[in-house]
């Protein structure tokens, strides 16, 4: 197996973590970066040079470039970026504050847009590569008490499935996973709940407020999922979206085809808003 360089944000917990360790183990070199770079020292110290490190904050901008930049510079060649920084906002909208909203989406959707705007012009240069984006099954399927959280989702699945058409010609793939509920500690430690509002007691939304409930039931082997993710760069072409657990596949699929029915039944209706054509003439 060749050796690959990977750029993954948010290297520092959860399956950017598992990630970077899976493939430092086998060999490979990572561009691993994290908001707090010394949660990434152990690491330095047992791979040496195989592992390049640097502060980042996906929702700075300037900083983004900067460090893309600085890895393809340094490193000289990054064959995979994966977009794994991120975090779940839940509540009702009317819970959140404007500072909550902004923040969810600039971390995200504006930043893996901001890190593959970034890191296409060097994919382009040096003939190709991948992009992974970690995303859900909340990118397909909602659930109450999480509209912002989904917002983000179904706005990054958007980009990335529109920027996968933009770039296949130059060679670069782009693969959107939608991992199940895993214990990364995404739940318990990253979620992020406004101050409740007693008019949405009792009512669905409110199921989100137990969200860090350490009890709550995981379905996948975070280690697997991570390990699934790196095999599927080694699919070609790219898959555009890789689904990791049984349950987000069978939130997926069911909604889906809620979604197909519900089209399906609006075929009539629709045909009928459209412009009147003209009378063939015999």
């Known amino acids: 197996m060749a050796q690959r360089t990977w750029f993954i944000t948010g290297s520092s917990s959860g399956f950017g973590r598992l990630m970077t360790e899976q493939l430092l183990q086998r060999g490979d070199r990572v561009a691993a970066t994290a908001r707090d770079t010394a949660s990434l020292s152990d690491l330095v110290e047992r791979h040496g040079d195989r592992v390049w490190t640097a502060r980042l904050d996906v929702t700075d901008t300037a900083r983004v470039r900067e460090v893309v930049d600085a890895a393809f510079t340094e490193l000289g060649r990054v064959d995979v970026v994966v977009n794994n920084a991120g975090y779940g906002l839940f509540g009702a909208a009317e819970e959140l504050t404007d500072e909550l909203v902004e923040h969810q989406l600039a971390t995200n959707l504006v930043g893996p847009i901001q890190v593959l705007r970034a890191a296409v012009p060097h994919l382009r240069a040096q003939g ?120 987000s596949f069978a939130i997926v699929h069911a909604a889906l085809r809620e979604r197909l029915a519900d089209v399906e039944a609006q075929e009539a209706g629709a045909a009928s808003t459209d412009l009147a054509q003209p009378a063939r003439r015999s």
């Open 128 to 247: 190709g590569g991948r992009i992974v984006q970690m995303s859900t099954y909340g990118g397909q399927a909602t659930n109450p008490g999480a509209s912002l959280y989904h917002a983000s989702k179904w706005g990054v699945e958007g980009f990335m499935e529109a920027s996968a058409k933009d770039l296949a010609p130059f060679g670069i793939g782009v693969t959107i996973v939608e991992p199940g509920s895993a214990a990364t500690g995404f739940r318990t430690g990253s979620a992020r709940l406004p101050e409740p509002l007693a008019a949405y007691d009792g009512t669905p939304a409110a199921m989100s407020r137990g969200i860090r409930n350490p009890d709550l039931p995981s379905v996948s082997d975070p280690a697997r999922v991570a390990a699934a993710v790196i095999a599927s760069v080694d699919t070609t072409p790219a898959p555009l979206r890789l689904i990791t657990g049984s349950d």
